[in-house]
């Protein structure tokens, strides 16, 4: 197969697009809902989409946050966190927390939203979110570009010690992400995708070399 040049950019010296196109390539991103308190036990509740799972054994997930925003500084006086799981139906209040509430505000109220309380955090969940994962800090890293200047990011990891899921989602067993719904960042400034039954494809892992190589012979065979 052959293509046309690829249009190449090197971010340093600028994209020369209308838009910055790579948050539209690393996409869809699933959306941390952070739920956090701070050290007066005030809650705390904002989208980040720079979020994803690092390991699962033992789970682990991290966020990154731009500048040190009450979600971090939260997390960093309390050692405790909460990923909420956004999905459609949340889609309008997971926007509206997104705003720039001053500090001590509590996104969870506001956006009229009911906090179910922690188990093995003291940090309360969405009790409307298909699932919550409750997670004690791990580690806060300062992102440092390649000549080691500081680019003021800082990626949060958290180890997941309790899991919450609404039994509606739960199906023989297996938590039906399809059903739950998640919605993504995508693209541009309000681009999202939703996920819904219909895009959940299935594809098995080769468990060895020879079968990678029988499911290239297997593709080509079906063109
Ligand atoms: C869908 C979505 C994803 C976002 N992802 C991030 C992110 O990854 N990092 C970040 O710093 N801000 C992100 N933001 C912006 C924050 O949610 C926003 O700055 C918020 O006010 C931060 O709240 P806090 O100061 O209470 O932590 C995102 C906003 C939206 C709507």
Redesign the pocket.
């Known amino acids: 197969m052959t293509r046309a040049e690829t249009y190449f950019y090197e971010p340093a010296k600028g994209h020369g697009l209308p838009h910055d196109p790579f948050k539209a390539i690393v996409a869809p991103?699933p959306?941390?809902w952070?739920g956090?308190r701070d050290a007066e036990g005030r809650g705390?509740?904002?989208?980040?989409?720079?979020?994803n799972a690092m390991c699962d054994t033992p789970p682990v997930v991290a966020?990154?946050?731009?500048?040190r925003?009450?979600?971090?500084?939260?997390i960093q006086a309390t050692g405790e966190f909460v990923a909420n799981f956004?999905n459609q139906r949340l889609a309008a209040a997971?926007?509206a927390?997104?705003?720039?509430?001053a500090?001590g505000e509590d996104?969870l109220a506001i956006t009229g939203l009911t906090p179910a309380p922690g188990r093995a955090v003291s940090v309360p969940h969405v009790a409307e979110a298909a699932a919550a994962l409750e997670c004690r800090l791990l580690q806060v890293l300062e992102l440092k570009d390649l000549d080691g200047r500081s680019t003021d990011?800082f990626v949060v990891f958290g180890q997941v010690v309790g899991v919450h899921i609404d039994p509606a989602f739960l199906n023989d067993g297996l938590f039906d992400t399809g059903a739950a719904g998640p919605?993504m960042?995508a693209g541009y400034l309000s681009d999202?995708a939703a996920v819904g039954r219909e895009q959940i494809v299935k594809l098995k892992r080769p468990k060895s070399a020879e079968e990678g190589r029988d499911f290239v012979r297997r593709e080509s065979a079906s063109d």
Not at 44 to 51: E, I, K, M, Q
Not at 97 to 101: D, E, L, M, T, W
């Open positions: 991103r959306i941390g952070i956090s705390n509740l904002a989208p980040y989409s720079f979020f966020f990154s946050s731009a500048g925003k009450d979600s971090l500084r939260n956004a997971m926007n927390s997104s705003a720039p509430f500090h996104e990011h919605i960042r999202y």
